[in-house]
């Protein structure tokens, strides 16, 4: 079982933290100074997992309807926000300074290198540039040791998805976050389409078809809704699929496509263990 590296904690340096992107919130962990508050801290159990919000950080409600009574009693001296979050930006500036943080854009390219970058500028705006040197090369390290685990034994393209419902299917590929892992990691993508800068694509389950590499292997994370499965084993369009085969679907915990760096070493962590296993 891979052990993902913990964070990096350092003594508290004052500041006020709020944040508005799971990816961000996840770096600030990492960097030792936990925020105050984040958006949607409901889910984060459901969807990132990993590190573990500390129980003081407030919810301060969805990203795109913030509660700006809860946010004013928290006082904070820094909102994290990303272009995804430009609207809000005039509501937010009276409650505390702006710092917005481009991780998924169009000009961002790799969403890898792009969070790593965005992890060193996020450092210097609060002072913990010595901790995220050390963050990202522990997570460097990690992400070795993934690829040397691997190396050397038979490795099959893999297709990465989210069921959306039985008949259709999110799928990551380059330029996005889990395909810079599967590159890190030397494990070939079976989706070779370029997808958005997002990082992936949302296609009926028959384009699944178009993966032509008989031993092709399909990777879904959790969750997968409930009717699913038992809805493809009854469908003739799933069971002419190569990935309808035994063995050829695997499920995968959460991991969390629009993160940052930490949900990339979870990930790796996750698929080096799955294919470890089925070696």
């Known amino acids: 079982m891979t052990v993902v590296p913990a964070p990096v904690f350092a003594q508290a340096s004052g500041q006020r933290i709020v944040s508005l992107d799971y990816g961000l919130s996840s770096t600030l962990l990492s960097l030792g100074l936990p925020p105050v508050g984040i958006s949607d801290l409901a889910d984060w159990s459901r969807w990132v997992v990993e590190p573990a919000m500390p129980a003081s950080v407030v919810d301060i409600g969805s990203s795109f309807e913030v509660n700006l ?65 050390a963050f990202l090369q522990q997570s460097e390290t990690f992400f070795e040791r993934c690829r040397q685990r691997l190396a050397g034994k038979d490795i099959p393209p893999i297709a990465l998805v989210n069921f959306m419902d039985s008949r259709h299917v999110r799928i990551y590929s380059n330029p996005g976050l889990f395909h810079g892992v599967l590159e890190r990691l030397g494990v070939p993508n079976a989706w070779t389409k370029q997808s958005n ?40 369009l799933w069971n002419r699929l190569p990935f309808a085969r035994p063995g050829q679907l695997s499920i995968l915990a959460p991991a969390l496509m629009f993160g940052m760096v930490n949900e990339a070493v979870r990930f790796a962590g996750l698929l080096t263990d799955l294919l470890e296993r089925d070696q």
Not at 97 to 115: H, Y
Not at 212 to 234: Q, S
């Open 197 to 236: 800068f997002w990082g992936f694509e949302t296609i009926g389950i028959e384009e699944l078809a178009k993966i032509t590499d008989p031993n092709a292997r399909l990777v879904a994370f959790d969750p997968v809704p409930p009717d699913v499965l038992p809805k493809l084993a009854e469908s003739p």
């Open 69 to 133: 009574e809860i946010l004013a009693q928290l006082k904070p001296d820094i909102i994290l926000t990303t272009p995804y979050l430009d609207e809000l930006q005039p509501r937010l500036k009276p409650y505390g300074k702006i710092v917005r943080l481009e991780i998924f854009t169009p000009d961002s390219g790799p969403v890898l290198g792009s969070a790593i970058a965005a992890t060193r500028k996020l450092s210097a705006e609060i002072g913990r540039e010595r901790e995220a040197e």
